[in-house]
């Protein structure tokens, strides 16, 4: 790996959350560079983004220009690569055009309807381009995907909580709606009624994925990323669970794709494909 030509990396929502982290994790890997660190959020434009991150400058400023710093990424030698983290609002555009100048998209940032991800994996076919959609970077949470799916042969019913941070601004969050989808893809209907419910208060039982899986979402200050799943059958109930305490847990999740993204020709949706 020392020998090799760093793979040059814009990352786009880089003064964020995610980003920050992100911006950390690059500087320290001797096989990335980073080219490009773009936000929209006015109060770090211009910048240095290592500075803006915490670990010191890194002779890369902050702009508002991702047209830009993905032209400027498409001329390196190597293949280069975007990671986003901004906001469900923008993240179908930013990929567009990340595929459109050849730069590979690494997408973090949830709230992608299944529309928009097939949309996204003709766009990428067409381009021969690899694009992978990580609804959730961390090994804990493939780990309890993979425990659900094996508990999903034995209990027939389930909810899904999700607890976050209350900056979040997609609901349910893109990890539970994968989790939901990985149940519903066991060929069986969960939660078959035993009685006739009636909700005093709309959304009292949650929102409704397929397959009868239900899903809570709960927002509160003090949170960072929560998951729980629930098994529930006769005379006991199983109890699947995982907590984010730093956002450092994603990183090795992020460089791994970054890595993997280059050898890719088409769109992957989640972690566990390519671990
Ligand atoms: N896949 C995974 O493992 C994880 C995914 N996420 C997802 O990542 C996304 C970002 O999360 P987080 O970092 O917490 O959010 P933050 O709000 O902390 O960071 C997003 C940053 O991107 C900026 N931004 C928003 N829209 C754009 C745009 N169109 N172009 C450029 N910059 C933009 C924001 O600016 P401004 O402040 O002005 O809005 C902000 O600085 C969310 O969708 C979240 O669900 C989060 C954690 C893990
Ligand atoms: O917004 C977040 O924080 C997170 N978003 C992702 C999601 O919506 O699943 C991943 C993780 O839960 C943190």
Redesign the pocket.
């Known amino acids: 790996m020392a020998n090799q030509t760093p793979i040059p990396v814009v990352v786009n929502g880089a003064a964020g959350k995610m980003g920050r982290e992100v911006i950390k994790a690059v500087a320290q890997a001797p096989d990335l560079t980073l080219v490009g660190a773009v936000d929209k959020n006015p109060a770090h434009l211009g910048k240095d983004v290592g500075e803006v991150a915490g670990c010191g400058e890194i002779e890369v400023p902050i702009v508002n220009d991702l047209q830009g710093a993905l032209l400027m990424a498409s001329q390196e030698k190597q293949l280069s690569v975007m990671v986003d983290f901004t906001h469900p609002d923008g993240v179908y555009e930013n990929v567009r055009s990340a595929i459109a100048y050849g730069v590979r998209p690494v997408v973090g940032t949830?709230g992608l309807s299944p529309e928009k991800i097939k949309d996204l994996a003709e766009f990428a076919d067409k381009a021969s381009t690899g694009c992978l959609i990580i609804?959730?970077f961390s090994i804990g949470m493939v780990l309890l995907q993979q425990a659900a799916i094996q508990a999903s042969q034995y209990f027939d019913h389930v909810e899904i909580i999700e607890l976050?941070?209350n900056q979040?601004a997609?609901a349910p969050?893109?990890?539970?709606i994968q989790t939901a989808q990985l149940l519903a893809e066991m060929g069986k209907s969960f939660n078959p009624p035993t009685v006739t419910e009636t909700e005093k208060l709309a959304g009292a039982r949650g929102s409704l994925a397929d397959e009868g899986i239900r899903i809570h979402s709960i927002r509160l200050p003090g949170l960072?990323?929560h998951q729980e799943v629930i098994f529930g059958a006769a005379g006991q109930v199983y109890t699947l669970r995982h907590d984010?305490s730093d956002r450092s847990c994603y990183m090795p999740g992020v460089l791994l794709s970054i890595r993997k993204i280059i050898q890719l020709q088409s769109l992957v949706y989640g972690l566990e494909k390519i671990l």
């Open positions: 949830t609804p959730n976050h941070h979040k997609d969050s893109g990890t539970a960072i990323a984010t």
